[in-house]
């Protein structure tokens, strides 16, 4: 069973632009490359994990996620990292009409996305990692057991300075931006292998 870190995209790793109707208005964050590539090298997957539910909303066609994740997928191959899946949600509740309006058990905070992914991928969940800037990306890292780290970029910053103090639980972890946030856990994982490790 392998460990995970799971990344939120908008606001994590590329830049928060409300909604990215338009290949052109998605853009990594400068670290994001350096960050999966690190993830790499440590022996951690890297899996995106979005909720995309422009889509059910009709202000842009579920395609559109694909280019954009092809796009990220060759932005992280031009500098040598590799995302080990992207997985989103679609839908909305609410808005828009079926399929994708509906109660699915994919749209974050639910762990869906983390299920389906644990299973394609032979992953612990609870000795994994939920990075993101919100709020339901604290909360879905709590349905599963794993570690919940808060970044400042995106909404991180005011969701710390205005709601942080009144959720159940304070994150795990809180740090500047992802990079930061990738070299702690790798820090984190090595150490908790070297105590893992029988004493000499
Ligand atoms: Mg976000
Ligand atoms: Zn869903």
Not at 158 to 182: F, I, K, M, T, Y
């Amino acid at each position: 069973m392998k460990r995970a870190v799971f990344i939120d995209r908008d606001g994590t790793l590329a830049h928060e632009v409300g909604y990215v109707n338009h290949l052109s208005r998605f853009r990594l964050f400068p670290w994001a490359v350096d960050a999966v590539r690190l993830l790499n090298r440590g022996g951690l997957l890297a899996v995106v994990v979005t909720n995309q539910a422009g889509v059910a909303r009709g202000y842009f066609p579920e395609r559109l996620i694909g280019e954009v994740h092809a796009a990220l997928n060759a932005a992280m191959a031009a500098g040598g990292a590799r995302l080990d899946g992207i997985y989103y949600c679609p839908h909305h509740p609410s808005a828009g009409e079926p399929p994708y309006r509906q109660e699915c058990g994919c749209r974050k905070p639910r762990p869906g996305l983390l299920h389906r992914a644990a299973e394609d991928l032979q992953i612990d969940l609870a000795r994994s990692w939920v990075v993101g800037d919100r709020e339901v990306d604290m909360e879905l890292a709590r349905s599963v057991g794993a570690r919940a780290f808060l970044v400042k970029t995106g909404y991180g910053q005011g969701e710390l300075l205005w709601h942080a103090a009144s959720w159940p639980r304070p994150p795990d972890a809180v740090a500047e931006h992802l990079l930061e946030a990738v070299e702690r856990i790798l820090g984190e994982a090595e150490a908790e292998a070297g105590a893992a490790e029988p004493p000499a």
